[in-house]
């Protein structure tokens, strides 16, 4: 049974720094694609950042430069640093790994940037 596991969100003010994390279990990290994905309120969830199984990173525009995903594949699991946060990357986060059985989704953790 896949498990994803998110947490690290939070208030951070404009301008500062959360770091997400991922904790999987009933899937190998380091052999799937994961990705982080968001959603604001009226909006459609969107994808932020995907970690291939080779280690190749994409990101949104809207994000580039300043968001950083990465995996620990000893601990399983998938971070995503999150810097310079605008008041726009208020979303709900979500986990996403693309498995041979299909997508498999966390519960979500509400990041708001404000001051």
């Known amino acids: 049974q896949v498990q994803l596991v998110e947490s690290g969100g939070g208030l951070v003010q404009p301008g500062g720094s959360l770091r997400l994390s991922c904790a999987a279990s009933?899937?190998?990290?380091?052999?799937?694609?994961m990705g982080w994905f968001r959603q604001a309120p009226g909006k459609e969830r969107e994808l932020v950042a995907r970690?291939?199984?080779?280690?190749?990173?994409n990101y949104a525009t809207t994000v580039k430069g300043r968001f950083t995903i990465s995996r620990d594949n000893a601990k399983n699991t998938v971070f995503l640093q999150m810097n310079s946060m605008k008041p726009e990357d208020t979303a709900v986060y979500y986990c996403?790994?693309?498995?041979?059985?299909?997508?498999?989704w966390g519960q979500g953790t509400q990041v708001t940037v404000s001051s």
């Open positions: 996403h790994a693309e498995t041979w059985s299909g997508s498999r």
């Open positions: 970690i291939t199984s080779g280690g190749s990173t």
């Open positions: 009933g899937i190998i990290i380091n052999i799937i694609p």
